[in-house]
């Protein structure tokens, strides 16, 4: 069983900028949702992913879209970055036919300056 | 949204020692879960426990939904137990809790 892969591990974006990340959901997962973690703080819920629509939202702007593939791999792109983006971005996996529980990819770490 | 607040923020043992860690939540919610954040940021899952108890090996966890919180007993502590313990609660979007930093001494 493959886990779930993040890309690429760590980014260096000026602001401005526009970044795509991406993220491959673990097998058998059909549901994809990302969070932003800032220094010393908890994951923070960015938006949700089902069936290739977006299934729920956080508190972030709509600078902050994302994507999900037919094969449950998803998106996340920011543009205009600011400095405050920079964070760990993680992305999970779930199977809404079964449990909520959420598997947890290893994030990518961006740096905006 | 829901609020998910995590006592103690900090906590300092010995190796051998036993703790418990905290998680209160302030709406009914479908899932949660207790990760622990290794220093290279991975979380990783410790319990899927939206209610009930369960073990698993030093660590176990109990979750009484009617009261809204659940508690994470490390026993017999070791230095790699160190990090980040995280606890995270909801349905579809999941709200973390702020963390406990856990640090176990030799």
């Known amino acids: 069983e493959t886990g779930v892969t993040q890309s690429p591990t760590h980014l260096i974006k000026t602001r401005g900028q526009q970044v795509t990340l991406r993220c491959s959901s673990q097998?058998?997962?059909?549901?994809v949702s990302w969070y932003q973690q800032a220094l010393g703080q908890g994951p923070q819920f960015i938006f949700q992913y089902y069936r290739e629509e977006e299934n729920g939202r956080g508190n972030f702007p709509p600078r902050f879209s994302g994507l999900q593939f037919p094969n449950y791999s998803s998106e996340l792109n920011v543009n205009a970055l600011e400095l405050d983006d920079s964070a760990l971005y993680l992305c999970a996996s779930s199977s809404k036919l079964s449990t909520y529980e959420q598997y947890f990819g290893p994030g990518t770490r961006l740096t905006v300056t | 949204g829901i609020q998910v607040e995590q006592s103690p923020p900090d906590l300092i043992l010995q190796e051998g020692a036993n703790s418990t860690l905290r998680c209160n939540f302030s709406d009914s919610v479908n899932n949660l879960q207790w990760f622990h954040q290794n220093p290279w940021g991975q979380l990783i899952n410790l319990f899927y426990?939206?209610?009930g108890t369960k073990q698993n090996g030093r660590l176990s966890a109990t979750t009484v939904a009617t009261e809204r919180y659940s508690l994470l007993y490390i026993s017999s502590s070791q230095t790699t137990d160190s990090g980040v313990y995280f606890c995270a609660v909801g349905n579809n979007d999941m709200r973390f809790g702020a963390g406990t930093r856990l640090t176990v001494k030799p």
């Open positions: 097998s058998g997962h059909n549901t």
């Open positions: 426990i939206p209610s």
